[in-house]
């Protein structure tokens, strides 16, 4: 095996950390910067939200499409005659802003070092509902948006990983064959099988030392010193 010209990530758990999700603060916030005639509480908006995710989460794994955070949000308040007075961004920032806390992966800027002094090409495709727009400011907060070549965000492309179309969508970008570039992710069933099913390599960041699904080839690593070491050994 050779090394690739480039490699494709995901984002979330894989590169950032999305600690201690709590939905209700940014509905709250959401709120707050809101016309309210009815005085709808966040409660009730986060119940149906709940709720709705639950429906939308299994027509998403069974079809392989995605659903925009935008669209979602401008459901679940008109819905109940909420008018945001907000950008469509400006929403989507105040609720992952307090949805979550952000967290680099340790060791990704010593990988990402490695790669960019061995001229490997690096981008992101990433199962989403925020948009690009939202994953940059993210990237920007840790200082590394500009290593990455190009950003995709399933939410701006209808489809979402496992399938293999996606992925492809990265290859054009790339203008690489598949043979030619690895995906690195923390998720067997999206990530290794996705990009199996593109027929690019797949990296699996393991780091729950979880069980594999299916009989994939594949590199396991539970930190990305091992994934250093393991390109250095190659060609």
Known sequence: MK??????????ETLIRYDNFNPLKGTEKILG??????????EQIQDFATELNREFNEIKDENNIE?????????IFEMHGVKINKSPIETETMFKDHAWDLNLIEGVIDL??????EGIRI????????SEELLRQDLRFFEIED???????????????????????????????AEQVWYVGNSYRYDVAGAHNA?????????????????????????????????KALD
């Open 3 to 12: 090394k690739p010209k480039a490699v494709l990530f995901d984002m979330g």
């Open 33 to 42: 910067y809101a016309d309210n005639p009815e005085g709808i509480t966040a």
């Open 67 to 75: 659903i925009s955070c935008r669209s979602f949000q401008r459901l």
């Open 112 to 117: 990402l070092d490695y790669l960019e002094k």
């Open 123 to 130: 981008a992101i495709l990433s199962n989403t509902t925020f």
């Open 147 to 177: 290593r990455f070549e190009f950003v995709i965000s399933t939410a701006e492309y209808c489809l979402r990983k496992p399938d293999e179309r996606i992925f492809y969508l990265a290859l054009n970008k790339f203008g690489l064959d």
């Open 199 to 231: 027929n690019i390599f797949p990296v699996w960041y393991n780091v729950d030392s979880s069980e594999p699904e299916l009989d994939i080839p594949c590199y396991e690593i539970q930190n990305y010193s091992e994934l250093i070491e393991k390109l």
